[in-house]
């Protein structure tokens, strides 16, 4: 059975026009676009290589808001 994690993202965009995303939830999780398209495959990947670090990390793990702002879809 597959897990999902959903996470609470926030995108904006800069006076430059430049989208910027990021998860309230994951330290340190952000990127930026020059679309919105480009933004949503960007911080996926970023979302994906925090919690590959959080696996191996045990102390951002911690870091890691779990329960405020991430659900678990089994």
Request: charged share 30%.
């Amino acid at each position: 059975m597959t897990k999902v994690l959903n996470f609470r993202v926030i995108i904006e965009q800069d006076e430059d026009g430049v989208f910027v995303a990021s998860v309230p939830a994951v330290p340190g999780c952000h990127t930026q676009g020059n679309t919105h398209e480009e933004v949503i495959k960007n911080i996926q990947e970023a979302i994906e290589l925090c919690l590959e670090v959080a696996k191996e990390d045990k102390k951002y793990y911690r870091k890691v808001d779990w329960k405020r702002f991430a659900s678990i879809n089994s």
